[in-house]
């Protein structure tokens, strides 16, 4: 029963399982670069500007993003109420390397897709 303590221990305290995999979902970067270049941002004006994402799946990401701090959520006491999503400091420290990411997809990407679909080919997967 230690062993699986200790273990639990290690993982709960490793950075790529216990951060980037809350943010490194389909959508919890895009969302983050749109707050970066829209500032804050309602809901469906984010639904909008994500049109292959469902609602439901949005309001997980938005969730998950604020529950780490990456995001705040603030809510306008009027009628109807007005909710908006901006990102925090911790947040607009991410884009950077964000964006540096995307050049670097967009820099290697037909080579993935090459090497990928070679795989596929030659593993009949």
Not at 4 to 27: D, M, Q, T, Y
């Amino acid at each position: 029963m230690q062993k699986k303590a200790e273990k639990n221990s290690i993982i709960e305290i490793c950075p790529i399982r216990n951060v980037v995999a809350r943010f490194g979902n389909k959508w919890a970067l895009l969302v983050i670069l749109i707050l970066h270049e829209n500032g804050s941002t309602r809901f469906n004006q984010l639904a909008k500007l994500i049109p292959d994402i469902s609602t439901k799946v949005l309001s997980n990401t938005l969730q998950v993003l604020e529950a780490d701090s990456l995001i705040t959520r603030n809510v306008f006491p009027e009628v109807p109420i007005r909710v908006e999503y901006g990102l925090t400091k911790t947040g607009e420290s991410l884009v950077p390397i964000i964006q540096q990411l995307t050049e670097w997809a967009e820099q290697n990407m037909k080579s993935i897709i090459k090497n990928r679909k070679k795989h596929e080919k030659e593993t009949g997967k």
